[in-house]
């Protein structure tokens, strides 16, 4: 270990010490300076393969690559200096095998700096999060509603209306912890079902859609600050951004039309400094 570089980020062994302690504050940022500013009040930064949706304009994650994971992996370090930063492994890069697996969550760790990897954690997982967290990769789950299998499980639904798929998300959860995950995320499911699944299991939930029974909450942040006229019906929204924006240019549009410019002297004595 060298005495340089020492930034005191949030690590998944903090993260995992917080069960059924102080509620754990996640947010997913994709941008440098998104990240930074979120870097103040989160414990834990995602860099969700939501980007595919809320930056991209794709109708679901499915579509994601691990170049497009790395770049924005990349930018939210750039930006975040506290909060522990995992990034998504997106589909089709770790379900295969183990291998698969470790081969693509270490280019991550490798290119991105980020201190973990977080997997859609059906029951085939297990072997996958155990060969990944031994071999240094710490990996936070997910469970409930998938993003990533919504063609199978036939859209963005919530999960576990019927007993059978409340013991499977259970199952899963309790799987993803004995396998050695260091937090696991609750998605779409009820607010029995999110206690059901914290009180199985000793790593920390985080919840999305998943009520307060949940041992901290993440939302996607661009539905939390109001950049989209739709949002799903869970998510608070903390700020009006579509208005705002809207409202900015707006007011741009009708500065460069009516030729509301700086100054000709302010624009000189801004570009000579
Ligand atoms: O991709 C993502 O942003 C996520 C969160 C919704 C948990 O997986």
Known sequence: MSA????????????????????????TAYDAPTAAILDEHCDLILVGDSVGMVVH??????????????MHGQAVMRGAHKALVVVDLPFGSYEDSPITAFKN??????ETGCQAVK???????ADTIS??????????SHVGLRPQSMNVLGGFKARGRTQKVMDEIIANAIAAADAGSFCVVVE??????????????????IGIGASENCDGQILVTPDMLGLFEWTPKFVKKYADLKDIVD????????????????SREYTYNFVKK
């Open 4 to 27: 340089q570089n020492h930034i005191q980020r949030m690590t998944a062994p903090q993260i995992t010490a917080r069960k059924g302690w102080e509620p754990i504050v996640c947010l």
């Open 57 to 70: 304009g794709l109708t679901s994650t499915v579509g994601v690559t691990l170049d497009m994971m790395i």
């Open 105 to 110: 969550a270490s280019r991550v760790m490798m």
């Open 119 to 125: 997997i859609e954690s059906g029951s085939y997982a």
């Open 131 to 140: 060969y990944l967290t031994e071999r240094g990769i710490p990996v936070m």
């Open 188 to 205: 779409g499911v009820s607010t029995e079902l999110a206690d059901a699944v914290t009180k199985s299991v000793s790593i920390p939930t």
């Open 247 to 262: 409202k900015a240019t707006q007011k741009y549009a009708a500065d460069v039309k009516s030729r509301t410019f700086p």
